[in-house]
Structures are given as structure tokens and as C-alpha cells.
């Protein structure tokens, strides 16, 4: 089991740029698979980038690739995602994600998540 806190969330105007932090704590917590998804008003969970502890492979969502970027430093246990050219759909409550090897795209497949950090972008 690894626990996961978000940091970094906030109000932006469109256009702008906010980077959300994830530490993990736990055994062995380095060598977790780490990801993000998000979650807006009356909108089920969706999928937004992710990053591979075992080779450093990073996998996005349509809706983020080119302004979005998932990065993690090992030493620190934290996973970052610079967030650039917010639109205000890109607003939602962010959660960060662990699971062991898988970083693929389905949130059932992650048993560990964070408590989740609002992003809220204006127009």
C-alpha cells in the first residue's frame, strides 16, 4: 500500500499554467507506476496521463497531449504534471494514482489514489 498527497491545485485564468505534485509515502513507494485522472461535475472519471516506474513510458489523453506533462523524480517519490494552455474543461478535481507496473488508461486497475486537488480554470 502506498498513500498519495496532491498539492498544486487552484484557479487559473484560460490560458494559463498550473503544475500538481504528488508525494508517496509507503514501502517501496519509488517503484510504483503513477498517474493522474480526473473527475469534473456530473462527469465520471477520466483518464489523464500516466508514467511507468520500470522504464519511464508516459501515456496521455487525447485532450492533454502537447499541453500536458507527467514527470516523476524517483529520489523524491513525487510525481509531477505541468499543466500549460488550461481550458476551462480542463477544470475538475485531480487525482493522483499508483498501481504497481500497470499505467494504462482504466482507473479500476489502480488501487491506490489520492484524496484529489481542485483545478479550476476561468474563461
Known amino acids: 500500500q502506498v498513500q498519495l498527497v496532491e498539492s498544486g491545485g487552484g484557479l487559473v485564468q484560460a490560458g494559463g499554467s498550473l503544475r500538481l505534485s504528488c508525494a508517496a509515502s509507503?514501502?517501496?513507494?519509488?517503484?510504483?507506476?503513477m498517474g493522474w485522472f480526473r473527475q469534473a461535475p456530473g462527469k465520471e472519471r477520466e483518464f489523464v496521463a500516466s508514467t511507468s516506474w520500470t522504464d519511464g513510458n508516459t501515456n496521455y489523453a487525447d485532450s492533454v497531449k502537447g499541453r500536458f506533462t507527467i514527470s516523476r523524480d524517483n529520489a523524491k517519490n513525487t510525481v509531477y504534471l505541468q499543466m500549460n494552455s488550461l481550458k476551462p474543461e480542463d477544470t475538475a478535481v485531480y487525482y493522483c494514482v499508483a498501481a504497481m507496473t500497470y499505467y494504462g488508461t482504466s482507473a479500476f486497475q489502480y488501487p491506490n489514489w489520492g484524496q484529489g486537488t481542485q483545478v479550476t480554470v476561468s474563461s
Open positions: 509507503g514501502r517501496t513507494s519509488s517503484r510504483y507506476s
